[in-house]
Structure formats: structure tokens, C-alpha cells
């Protein structure tokens, strides 16, 4: 399917669909809520009438609702009342009794009964569900109509968690909760009508569960939004961006300070860390790294880190879907250095697109030429903006669901105007 541009007729629909999420879709302060919020705004723009129940945390960052109300039909937010030491006592209990945290981690009677009384209504239209945490939440009459943008291949990812360098707890309860989580995914994709992968190496993966019903709609950007840097930015700072509540973000971060920062010192380079809940382990690993790191945190711009910044760098060791940070980042025409496992999914081409080493020497080495060579930036620069401008725009991706959702909705595209 190709992309529409902004001045082109577009695909009505003829009926409305439902979001449900974990979290409000806005602010942008994570990879999956500016995932969702562009989603629901794509369908919009192609004539949906869009309904969001979301659960919202008691310290929900303020502002959202005006921006939900911009893409959004029907707002409906629900207390997410259960605290981090419920959730990991929860965890505790799945892992004793064998089953996938993640049919527990959001759950509560009160959200459930909620969300079914929302549903009451829902009709033919499809819903579209956020990963498997809120799948427990829709009735199982109406589960056919489910869009599952499952965003991560969750069994595959905790056999990377299992296998990888995080602390021996975390990977203790990957490796014992990894049957538990494969049978839930699996049942999960096997009763839905729409199963909404990320990459075409997870659609690959998931089409054994869930046959003929998986729908590639990756992460994207907004091109259109962002204008690229012109000429090789005269910095030595290099930039990690990325919710640093998300425990792949933060190994990586430490992985950059303790393996690969002593291989840069006395470069000159610089580290900035912007994301938000920066913890106590973030603010010592800047405070121990052979480079100087400055912990930002959230900022409500990004934009002035991309301006000055001389590169992106991702060194992800775990963690699955793919890099809404890497793909922003090539919009703004910034070169990227990252790891096998970061790249993973984009269709980056090692040396054209982006610089790829999974060895600390190796990335160091990488961050050092895309920092000294002009000429390297410029072409990397080039190349990676023409990539998203290509493949990961908005509106190409939400051709693509509004295609899978009119499939659930038994619906027919109406020529517009």
C-alpha cells in the first residue's frame, strides 16, 4: 500500500473504533505513547470517529487531555491505582504459580468492570488493544474484534532478558517466567482478530500463531514535521534519548558509561541523556563515566538536543519492537551509532544508513569517526533522512491500519474528497 500525502483523496470510514490503553497517549514521553497518540490521529485524519478508554496514574504528567481531545472522539480515563509494589508482589506470585505477568500487571477488578461497561456498546467496531497488559480487560465475546498491537514480541523478549547482562534478578525472572509468558502470547495472538506487528521479522514470528491475521504497522515518524540539518553540526556531544523507566534504557545508558565511555576519554566527547524518571543508578553512572554525562531527564523540547548534538547513539543489549528514538533521529538528518539489537527491524544498512557495532571497541570506534569525519556525517545524514522519508512516515503507517481495522470492522474503503 502506498502512503497518502496530506493533499490527496483519502479512505472514509464509515464507523468508529475504540483505543484502550495503559496510559494516556500524551505527553510524548515514551515510545508507545507516541506510537498510539499518532495512530489514533492518522485514523482520524481518514475519517474515524475514535473512542480511547485509557488507565491514567496518579502522577500523570498534566496537559494531556487537550492533546487527547485533539485526536480523540470519546476520552474516557480510568484510575490506574495500583502501585509499583503490588505490581512486583503480583510478579512474585506469577512466577510461583506459573503464569505470564502480564495478565496481571495492569489488571483490576475495578478497571475491568469498567472497560466492560464501556464495551457494552462497542457494536461491530473494532479495538484496538495495547500490548498483552490490557487484553485481559476485553470481554471474551468480543475479543474477534482485536486489533493487538502487541508492540514487542514479549515471549521473544524474555528469552533476550534471560540471556543478556542485567542484574541476576531481572534475568532469573525472565528464565522463569519465559514458558509462562510464549503460552500467554500464544493464546493472546490465537483469539484476536488482528494481530499488529512492528517489524517484518516479528510478523514472521507471530503469523505461526495467529495465521493469515498479522498486520505489519511499524513505528513511524513525522517527517513532515521536522526539518533536517543541512551541514555537520560543529558538536562534540553525543545523544541518548529514551524513557529511562524502561530497564533496556537504562542498561544501555550504564552499558555506554562503564564499557564504552573509558574507550572515549580524553576525546572530548561529551554524553547528554535525555528521558524521563532518571533514577538514582542513572545520576551515579554519570557521575563514575570517563566522559562528562549530563542527565537532562525529561524536557518538554527535544528539539535543542538535536540541534546541537553530533550524533544519536543507542547501545541496546536487550529489549524488542523497533526505535521510535532512531527514527526521529534520522528525520533531523542526525547520524546514529547502535547495536545489532537497536537497529533491529528498520532495515538500516551498516555504513549507508546508520554506524552498527555491538562490541564496545567497536562502537567507540564508531562514535569517534561519525564525531571527527565530516564527510561520513554528511553521508549518513543524507541517507538516513531519505529512509524515513521513504518507509516510516505517519500517514503510510496508518494507511496500513486503517486498512487491518476496516478489515475487523467489515467495512469498505468510500472514495473521499
Known sequence: MTGLGPDLPMAVATSSIRFI????????????????????????????????????????????????????????????????????????????????????????????????????DAADEPIFVEQLYMYPVVPVRLRGRILLDTQNHEAARMTAIARGEGGLGRRLVARLQGGAVERYERGALGSVGRVLAVS???????????????????????VGAITAASTPIAS??????????????????RHFTRDIAPLLAGSGITLAVVGSNPDGSMHDAAAHAAVPVTIAGFVPDIGPYFSTSRAMVVPLRHGAGT???????LAWGLPVVTTSMGGDGLGLVNGRHALIADEPSAFAAAVESVVRDDVLWARLSRAGRALVEERFGWPQIGAVLDEAAREIGGRTPVAGT
Open 21 to 120: 490503553t495503559h496510559s494516556p497517549p500524551a505527553p510524548g514521553i515514551s515510545g508507545d505513547r507516541i506510537r498510539v497518540f499518532n495512530l489514533m490521529r492518522e485514523l482520524k485524519r481518514r475519517g474515524w470517529i475514535v473512542r480511547l478508554w485509557s488507565l491514567v496514574a496518579p502522577d500523570e504528567p498534566e496537559g494531556f487531555r487537550d492533546a487527547l481531545d485533539a485526536v480523540a472522539d470519546e476520552v474516557v480515563m480510568v484510575p490506574r491505582d495500583i502501585s509499583t509494589g503490588r505490581r512486583l508482589g503480583r510478579l512474585a506470585r506469577d512466577v510461583v504459580t506459573g503464569q505470564a505477568f502480564q495478565a496481571h500487571w495492569f489488571w483490576s477488578r475495578e478497571g475491568a468492570r469498567a472497560a466492560a461497561g464501556w464495551l457494552a
Open 323 to 329: 526505535r521510535l528514538k532512531i527514527l526521529e533521529a
Open 236 to 253: 562534540r556531544q553525543v545523544l541518548f534519548l529514551g524513557s529511562l523507566g524502561y530497564s533496556a534504557n537504562r542498561d544501555a545508558v
Open 200 to 222: 517484518a521479522a516479528e510478523a514472521r514470528a507471530f503469523e505461526a500463531m495467529a495465521p493469515g491475521r498479522v498486520r505489519v504497522v511499524p513505528n513511524g515518524v513525522d
